[in-house]
């Protein structure tokens, strides 16, 4: 029994990690896509169609 209870631990503290990290990472791309749209924004007069 004490097995079972330790497994569900550590599968419990990966989900949290995994769960920070994808968090960390979401805000991270998110602030990139932000920066380079007001990038392509800026510029958008020496852009060509």
Request: proline share 0%.
């Amino acid at each position: 029994m004490e097995k079972v209870y330790k497994t569900m631990k550590t599968a419990g503290v990966w989900n949290i990690v995994l769960g920070i990290l994808l968090i960390i990472i979401g805000i991270t791309f998110g602030t990139l896509n932000i920066v380079t749209g007001g990038s392509l924004m800026k510029n958008r007069s020496n852009i060509l169609f």
